[in-house]
Nanobody, 117 residues
Framework: QVQLVESGGGLVQPGGSLTLSCAASGIIFGLYAMGWYRQAPGKQRELVALITAGDTTNYADSVEGRFTISRDNAKNTVYLQMNSLKPEDTAVYYC???????????WGQGTQVTVSS
């Protein structure tokens, strides 16, 4: 059974930092591209950051320079370091695992990030 379990969300003041973690099980982690997506109320889910199996990274323009995605294949975990947080970063953040060769795609349950004073 595949599981993606996010943690690290919470309430933070504008300008603050948070680190999200996503622990994966039931997949060969090193073969998957891992992504962080977010969905704010009334908006579509959007890609925040992606890291491929080969460690290539890609970021949404809105978070470039503030967020950093990384992975630890030994721990089957992907991280999202979020700095200089803004109220518009408030959303539920979801972890995603995708293997393009097999077309397998999995989602975590989400973790709430709220940026407010």
């Amino acid at each position: 059974q595949v599981q993606l379990v996010e943690s690290g969300g919470g309430l933070v003041q504008p300008g603050g930092s948070l680190t999200l973690s996503c622990a994966a099980s039931g997949i060969i982690f090193g073969l998957y591209a891992m992504g962080w997506y977010r969905q704010a109320p009334g908006k579509q889910r959007e890609l925040v950051a992606l890291i491929t199996a080969g460690d290539t990274t890609n970021y949404a323009d809105s978070v470039e320079g503030r967020f950093t995605i990384s992975r630890d294949n030994a721990k089957n975990t992907v991280y999202l370091q979020m700095n200089s947080l803004k109220p518009e970063d408030t959303a539920v953040y979801y972890c995603n695992a995708e293997n393009h060769r097999s077309s397998r795609n999995y989602w975590g349950q989400g973790t709430q990030v709220t940026v407010s004073s």
